[in-house]
């Protein structure tokens, strides 16, 4: 099994910062690829970042010098850093982890249950 639990979201001002974490739990498997979507009501969800790992990111053109990701090998965590939040970045926030299990030796992704990020102008 696979399991990602993603940190409590809040309510911040424009301008603020908050950083989301989310561990990923369980046996039997290698973490690829870790990242991060959310999705605002009304919208799709869409990829915010992601990490490789060989540590290499990728952004959304929309958070690209705003917001940093990271990830610890050792506690298998990845991290949002969110800085100079704006109010179009409200939205149900989600942790995503692309993994193979060894059992079959089969790539899959997984979601976290989502947290909500609200930024008030």
């Known amino acids: 099994q696979v399991q990602l639990l993603e940190s409590r979201g809040g309510l911040v001002q424009a301008g603020g910062s908050l950083r989301l974490s989310c561990a990923a739990s369980g046996s039997g498997f290698s973490i690829h690829v870790m990242g991060w979507y959310r999705q605002a009501p009304g919208k799709q969800r869409e990829l915010v970042a992601l990490i490789t790992s060989c540590n290499r990111t990728n952004y959304a053109d929309s958070v690209k010098g705003r917001f940093t990701i990271s990830r610890d090998n050792v506690k298998n965590t990845v991290a949002l850093q969110m800085n100079s939040l704006e109010p179009e970045d409200t939205a149900v926030y989600y942790c995503?982890?692309?993994?193979?299990?060894?059992?079959?030796?089969?790539?899959?992704?997984?979601w976290g249950q989502g947290t909500q990020v609200t930024v008030s102008s």
């Open positions: 995503s982890a692309w993994v193979v299990l060894t059992i079959t030796s089969r790539g899959y992704e997984y």
